[in-house]
């Protein structure tokens, strides 16, 4: 299995701008997490799906964040409009149906951003 | 709100010596994760442990859970330089129920191995 993929995998961009990360979870997993990871905040959940459906995005810092799910093998995160405080390593996670599972989840490399 | 605390946050050990990394978690939980992360790398999974008394082990590491106590240990036994990486336990309160396998991550502790 190719694992979680996450592109881009560097991406340097200037405030204002808008930001598209990108995530494709393993195959027939149906749970997807997206995390970010700061020296200063350790990694933070920003937003989680179940079978496609938005469950829980209370980690979202602010409006400027978006997160979709259009199917089970792509989920997008925007942020619109970028600001430096944004800078941070974002990874998707994915995990097969934890209720019958071991729940574990399994990262993609992540997106590094960096706003300037 | 679930709180889940690692001890210590940075660990310093000489190549051949045994030390134990601490995770405390504030609420009832049967399911517990520990996670290893080389610089600039992703996070791998290393031990999952599903019931009270689960042990696990794997070369160097052992990975222990007292549900009761609320307590997981990462037990590194006879450290070599390889073994140098930053270690998360995290916490899934609700055993892949409502929360859909949402886990909570500590802080992480970054372990430096000298020769």
């Known amino acids: 299995d190719a694992g979680v993929i996450q592109s881009p995998r560097h991406e340097v961009t200037e405030m204002g701008q808008e930001v598209t990360l990108r995530c494709k979870p393993i195959s027939g997993h149906n749970s997807l997490f997206w995390y970010r990871q700061t020296m200063m905040r350790g990694l933070e959940l920003l937003i989680y799906?179940?079978?496609?459906?938005?469950?829980?995005d209370s980690g979202m810092p602010e409006d400027r964040f978006s997160a979709k799910m259009p199917n089970a093998s792509f989920s997008t995160l925007k942020i619109q409009p970028s600001e430096p405080r944004d800078s941070a390593v974002y990874f998707c996670a994915s995990s097969f149906d934890p209720i019958f599972n071991t729940g574990e989840l399994f990262f993609g490399e992540g997106s590094r951003l960096t706003v300037l | 709100e679930l709180k889940v605390e690692q001890n210590p946050l940075f660990l310093s050990m000489q190549e051949g010596k045994n030390y134990t990394i601490y995770c405390n978690y504030s609420?009832?939980?049967?399911?517990l994760y520990w996670y290893r992360q080389d610089p600039g790398k992703s996070l791998e999974s290393l031990f999952v442990l599903l019931s009270n008394g689960a042990v696990k082990q794997e070369g160097r590491l052992m990975a222990s859970l007292d549900t009761k106590a609320r307590l997981s240990t990462l037990h590194i036994t006879a450290a070599v330089h390889d073994l140098s990486a930053t270690y998360f336990c995290?916490?899934?309160?609700?055993?892949?129920?409502?929360?859909?396998?949402?886990?909570?991550f500590g802080q992480g502790t970054i372990l430096t191995v000298h020769p």
């Open positions: 995290a916490v899934d309160p609700d055993a892949g129920g409502t929360s859909y396998g949402k886990l909570t």
């Open positions: 799906f179940n079978n496609n459906v938005p469950i829980d």
């Open positions: 609420t009832t939980s049967d399911r």
